[in-house]
């Protein structure tokens, strides 16, 4: 497979599991009946929500230097906001590019080894894993059997033998793959590279100031539930939901993210399916998973796009 196919193919496959996710959900709702939510809900708890969605990205950016500077560096607190708010907008176009990006962007401007910059963001990622981790036990702990009886079901629908050809092919792939790789004369350039990751990810268990590091880690996914928690109050009918049915089902629209440019598509199918288990109205729960996913968007798309601007502009004496 050449490298201009697996690239199409990278932003193709996303873009068509969105489209096909927004077919889906609008399968069974009228279209009026949808729209009219965009005229009579509150939009003062919608930007409250963006409000706080911000608040994460900046307490983010400001975390970032805990990863830093136990390696020598300096992160300017500017610069980091600029590249995690434009990080944010070029996940749109190829997921999980953004943190290539972000690392890329750090490493020009900052004077920090590129490997460096990426280990910590590997390290970030581990720790979101975390969180959202706990989150999702939290919401075992409430809703066990509602939602064990959801996974069943899905793994009833699925044929086993798909799953074992799956697994089979990920082994055979991993097993040839590393065999090629120690043959190539840049095996030890990469594992070099992977040794920089590496000591991004120890760095957590170094760093001096690992609390102020948990606490912002706690309050950016604080603020992430907050968002969500907040935009919901936008619609009225929404108001009688519980606080932790709201964190179930931000956790399956967060989870979704991955799997579509941004979550389109899927983010807003993700909320209405799980707001769905507790009789909400498929409409409204679409609804409030559009304007969510929409208000976010919004979000990134106007910060993101200043960022990019502004941060060659501000850099511009470096080379």
């Not at 959900?25 to 409250?48: A, H, P, Q």
């Not at 979704?256 to 979550?263: P, R």
Request: net charge positive; hydrophobic share 50%.
């Amino acid at each position: 497979m050449s490298k201009k196919l697996k690239s199409y193919i990278k932003i193709l496959l996303p873009i068509s599991i969105g489209i096909f996710c927004i077919f889906f959900s609008f399968r069974n709702i009228g279209f009026t009946d949808f729209t009219k939510y965009f005229y009579e809900i509150n939009y003062l708890w919608v930007f409250v929500g963006i409000f706080l969605g911000a608040l994460s990205h900046i307490s983010r950016s400001y975390r970032w230097k805990y990863l830093i500077e136990p390696m020598g560096y300096k992160l300017g607190f500017i610069n980091s906001v600029l590249a995690v708010f434009s990080a944010y907008l070029i996940n749109y176009t190829i997921p999980r590019a953004g943190d290539v990006a972000r690392a890329t962007m750090i490493s020009k401007y900052e004077k920090i080894p590129l490997d460096k910059t990426i280990g910590t963001i590997v390290a970030e990622r581990a720790v979101d894993v975390i969180c959202i981790l706990t989150i999702i036990a939290t919401g075992l702990i409430f809703e066990f059997n509602r939602i064990s009886d959801k996974l069943i079901s899905s793994i009833e629908n699925t044929e086993i033998s798909v799953i074992i050809i799956c697994v089979g092919v990920i082994i055979i792939i991993l097993f040839v793959s590393n065999r090629v790789l120690k043959k190539s004369k840049y095996y030890k350039s990469i594992l070099n590279f992977f040794s920089g990751v590496i000591e991004g990810l120890t760095i957590i268990f170094k760093m001096k100031k690992r609390v102020p590091f948990i606490l912002h880690s706690i309050f950016i996914w604080l603020m992430y539930i907050l968002m969500f928690w907040a935009t919901s109050m936008a619609f009225f009918e929404l108001h009688e939901v519980a606080f932790y049915q709201f964190m179930i089902s931000f956790t399956l629209a967060a989870i979704s993210i991955v799997l579509s440019n941004g979550g389109i598509g899927i983010y807003p199918l993700a909320v209405e399916e799980s707001l769905g288990w507790y009789g909400v109205q498929s409409t409204t729960g679409l609804a409030f998973g559009w304007v969510s996913w929409l208000s976010q968007t919004m979000m990134v798309i106007i910060f993101g796009g200043l960022s990019l601007f502004i941060l060659p502009f501000i850099n511009r004496n470096k080379s």
